[in-house]
């Protein structure tokens, strides 16, 4: 062997046990503490060094396979923003013993430089925390020690499982950078799961096979026939089987940055899910699950927490006779009941298909989680007669699932069907209406399922324009002050989100926020209606003074016809998009400006009229301007009449709103007599 060779291997045994030793708990280096930011990405928080996790499954002769999974993590802190690294929780089922997951952390050091030696923080008991969410669900959770700005954090957590179906998901992304990502599952030959992989960075993926094996422990009594003692005999039978060796490693993986007009970043994270399809038992036939939606929503529909507490009706029958009595007004009695529930019973913010205490509790007690109310509902519409069914959803902060699964729904509302249309409803929110669901609820698709246990996919998405409609009078003095009368009209989704956002704040908070957001005008004579009274539009209206949108140059006055609402800075930036553009509804903003010509001006110039739309008609935009006496009137409309743009048409989006901007960035102009 020649002298260069014998170098290029040590040289490369080296490297490679330097890499391998990079990925080894509990070997934080000197240099991983004294790094101050992040090689790629100097704004980085913090980042995640390593982590590393495998799923395999051991057999159990009282319990049959389960499942476990092993995470080992290391993270690097460099700023104080970055301490919510610190922290992790991990949910875990637990409703029963057969079912009942167990999770456990280990090795949670905190690693911290002092006086250049490594100084070493355990994580002790009272930094470990177990909650109860709700029946079914707890949460484990860890507060690393002693951390601070350069701090190095390691943590090792396994969750054992009965529950095969669905393994959780594995991101390789997250909003912080990743230096190195690896994911291992082992899948004994019995179990075929499907496999799917989102985002748009994709790990590099290596397949082996191997032989595994377990024992099978029997026992076997004799004897016993008139004298004979009784003989207990136990065997154990050795049971070969092929597991499927899967890895995925993915590195140098930047921080995903959340984008404004996204519906779920996540749905977006480059990560990989696993959904069991067929188990295939020796001499036994294949069992297919979550083969299609519909058999994923009938086995819901079957459950004791969700059907059959639709069949459920007395707690509320006299209850529903006097809500109903002398009503034959379909809509009206259809808001009596949605009412009723929404008023009697407050959602305790605990989301869920399934009943928790069950309806009947949940009545008596007046609080619930969503399936108790909903499902309440539902019954409730159904004993007034309509032909009413629940909807299984995802709402928006769950995602989007690409594959059928139980784990796929978190949510339940409810639906009327008549006249050839459909009304969805959802009682938990009190600014909601028939027909208008909380923003938390319109993500794409849900599944409606009948009482016979059919169902079908349904459309969450509004399809009515919300409406904000504002008209501004103004007049203006020589000194280019602008004062005048705002009316602001808001109707459905607009006016929804204006309720939750502001109904119930002081005024004077209110009018603080409303002058920073516009220019620093002063607002006086503020007057709200129908604030509370929901099937009306939302008033708003007061009076300004405005000292900041006026530019006067020499004998002439520039302004433009929004005033202080001009927009001036498109919110769509970027030159390209990887993500759909999400405005949650369609909309339509609509200006009606009347402006008097100040004494002593006249009207030099006026922008153009214009008028124009998208080629696939998602918006379009008008403006039109006159002078009417010593008046100018101006009328602008921009809709958008797609709730969801797709990341192809970005471009054409930019420019549209692009051309709106510096449309409506174009100034009249007063020229002094």
Known sequence: MSRNFKFLMLCLFAVSSAVAQKFEMGKVSVEELQQRSHPADSSAEAAIL????????????????????????????????????????????????????????SDAVTYNLENGKIVKSKLKSDGEFDEQVNKFWGRKKITMPNVREGSVIEYEYSVTSPNLTKLDDWDFQT????????????????????????????????????????????????????????????TQDKIDYEATKTTYIAENLKALKDE?????????????????????????????????WVSVAKNIYENDDFGAELNKSGYFEDDLKALTAGTTVIEEKIGAIYNYVKQHVKWNGFYGYSCNDGVRQAFKDKTGNVAEINLMLTAMLREAGFNANPVLVSTRSHGISFFPSRAAFNYVIAAIEYNGKTILLDATEKFALPGLLPTRDLNWLGRLIRKDGTSTEIDLMPSILSKETVSIIAGMDATGTITG??????????????????????????????????????????????????????????????????????????????????????????????????????????????????????????????????????????????????????????????????????PVLRDFFQKVIDKQNEKIVFKKI
Do not use: C
């Open 50 to 105: 390593f982590k590393k996790g495998e799923t395999t499954f051991d057999y159990s002769p009282e319990q049959g396979f389960l499942m476990t999974t092993k995470v080992r993590t290391r993270i690097k802190i460099y700023k104080k923003e970055g301490y919510d690294w610190a922290n992790f929780a991990q949910d875990y089922y637990k409703e029963n013993n057969n079912s009942r997951e167990r999770v456990s952390f």
């Open 260 to 292: 404004d007009f996204v519906n779920n970043i996540h749905n977006y994270t480059a990560g990989v899910s696993h959904e069991l399809s067929v188990i295939k038992y020796p001499n036994s036939p294949m069992k297919f699950l979550s083969t299609d």
């Open 485 to 650: 009368k705002v009316r602001n009209v808001m109707t459905d989704y607009n006016a929804l989100s204006f309720r939750q956002r502001y109904a119930g704040m002081k005024e004077d908070d209110y009018l603080e926020r409303l002058e920073n957001n516009n220019n620093n005008i002063a607002v006086s004579e503020y007057k709200r209606e129908n604030e509370y009274e929901l099937s009306k539009p939302l008033t708003e209206t007061y009076s300004v003074s405005d000292s900041n949108d006026t530019e006067i140059i020499g004998d002439r006055i520039y302004i433009t016809p929004l005033l202080f609402m001009n927009v001036k800075l498109n919110p769509f930036r970027q030159e390209t998009r990887e993500y759909p553009v999400d405005f949650t509804f369609p909309f339509e903003k609509k200006y009606s400006v009347t402006i008097d010509v100040p004494e002593g001006y006249t009207v030099e110039s006026l922008p153009q009229n214009v008028n124009f739309a998208t080629e696939s008609k998602f918006g379009s935009f008008k403006y039109l301007i006159a002078q009417s006496g010593n008046k100018v009137q101006a009328v602008i409309t921009l809709d958008v009449l797609a709730s969801i743009v797709a990341s192809d048409e970005y």
């Open 175 to 234: 909003s912080i950078p990743v230096n190195y990502s690896e994911y291992k599952t082992e899948f004994p030959e019995y179990f075929v799961y499907k496999t799917n992989q989102r985002g748009f960075v994709f790990p590099k993926v290596t397949t082996d096979k191997a032989m595994k094996s377990f024992l099978i422990t029997g026992k076997e009594r004799t004897g016993g026939e008139g004298f004979s003692t009784v003989k207990t005999t136990f």
